[in-house]
């Protein structure tokens, strides 16, 4: 069965540095995602991307981050000065469809800043 | 403001107990409803969604826009149950914003 795959499983970057994680899709969707998830805290939307562009974003989502499809397979995002409360797992995910298709996850990249 | 709330951190119950995780849900549109379940180190996955109406490895839940829950139930748990489990709405923005609750620990004990 595809899965979505990100890279690396865990990051360790020192505050105002900047990161980018990285995300391969399945081959065939459409829909791309970010999410979050604070040790010990719920897991929060950051991002929906559709068709080259953010289609929606949450506050978490400031001017600080930003994705990108770079080619056809990867999905990144990049955080540009990073702080300590950015230190988290993030999750990539997909989907093939809009509102009704199920997301698939990516096993998360685990990010730390010290 | 949309929120999902399951109570309980940690759910113990030994292996042929019934499991009920509990999800309530805050949201003034119209709720789609998700479990999600996320086995030790493996990703998160979609267990199952209201408007199926389905049962996965034994697993329902029936959503109650009454009492504004969507409780997850099993009534026989198995070991291979033990995972964190996680309870999301889906926001009406065409996408799948999802909101989640902070998750139910399970852990079936033989």
């Known amino acids: 069965e595809p899965e979505v795959t990100q890279t690396p499983s865990h990051q360790v970057t020192q505050m105002g540095q900047e990161v980018i994680l990285r995300c391969v899709p399945i081959?065939?969707?459409?829909?791309f995602y970010w999410y979050r998830q604070i040790l010990g805290q719920k897991v929060e939307f950051l991002v929906s991307f559709y068709n080259n562009e953010i289609s929606e974003k949450s506050e978490i989502f400031d001017d600080q981050f930003s994705v990108e499809r770079p080619d056809g397979s990867n999905f990144t995002l990049k955080i540009r000065s990073t702080k300590l409360e950015d230190s988290a797992m993030y999750f990539c995910?997909?989907?093939?469809?809009?509102?009704?298709?199920?997301?698939?996850f990516g096993n998360g990249t685990r990010l730390t800043v010290t | 403001a949309q929120r999902v709330t399951q109570p309980e951190k940690l759910l113990s119950v030994f292996k042929g107990a019934p499991v009920e995780l509990k999800c309530n849900y805050s949201?003034?549109?119209?709720?789609?409803l998700f479990w999600y379940v996320q086995y030790s180190r493996q990703r998160l996955q979609l267990l199952l969604r209201h408007i199926s109406r389905e049962s996965i490895k034994g697993f329902t839940a029936d959503l109650n826009k009454g009492e504004t829950s969507f409780h997850l139930k099993k009534p026989f748990a198995q070991e291979e149950d033990s995972a964190m489990y996680y309870c999301a709405l889906r926001v009406d923005t065409g996408f799948q914003k999802l909101v989640f609750g902070t998750g139910t620990r399970l852990l079936v004990s033989p």
């Open positions: 995910a997909s989907s093939g469809g809009k509102g009704g298709s199920p997301l698939h």
């Open positions: 949201y003034s549109g119209s709720p789609e």
């Open positions: 081959s065939n969707h459409l829909y």
